[in-house]
């Protein structure tokens, strides 16, 4: 069924969004681990030429998900895995490249969920990113804050209110590339531990 959050977000995929996976997601490469899929919309942006494996990840397995991969052209490579960010089964640095998008407004444990991507990311490997984040401009991040209860209960636990690049910083990561792909609310860039 598709959601509230889904109908809205369709608005900024056609807007931006859908440039800024094919530009973030040409970067995977090796060994992948995507966290959040979702409904698999990352899918079609990878570059399978350059990617040996991909694991999809997340908290809540969507049947659309599903379907994308039985449908995919790679389909040989991509696996589906139903985990939780927070506590991944997957060995210390086996992953090239991490890549999450939208994921961790909504990630309950966002410190834990952090150093789980670092403990399975390879020293020399890389983290791809696109969130939303709490505005730069004082009044936007004051009715931000405002309406996040509300926000929050209807999309499912997203949070109109975090900050990414701090949480990375915060938890180890060196941020290589930081990008606005809107005045004020959504980022995208990479990043090493
Ligand atoms: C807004 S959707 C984004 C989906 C997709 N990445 C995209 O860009 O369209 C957020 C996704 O993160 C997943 N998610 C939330 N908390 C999670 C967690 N702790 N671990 C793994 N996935 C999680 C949700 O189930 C949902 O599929």
Redesign the pocket.
Known sequence: MVSF?DSFMVLFEKRFLRKARQSILSKASGRVLE?????G??LMQYHFDIIDSLII????I?KRLIKRVQKHPHQDKIKINE????NLSFPDASFDTVI????F????DVNQ?LQEIKRVLKDNGRLLF?EHIHPRKKSLRTIFNWINPVWKKISS??NLNRDIKTSLEENGFTIGEYQYLTKQIFVGGCAKK
């Not at 990840?57 to 809540?60: A, F, V």
């Open positions: 959050y966290i959040g899929g979702g409904t919309l990352n990840t997340d908290i809540d969507d985990t939780s960010v927070e999450f998008t939208l994921v407004c909504t990630v309950t969920g696109i636990g997203c």
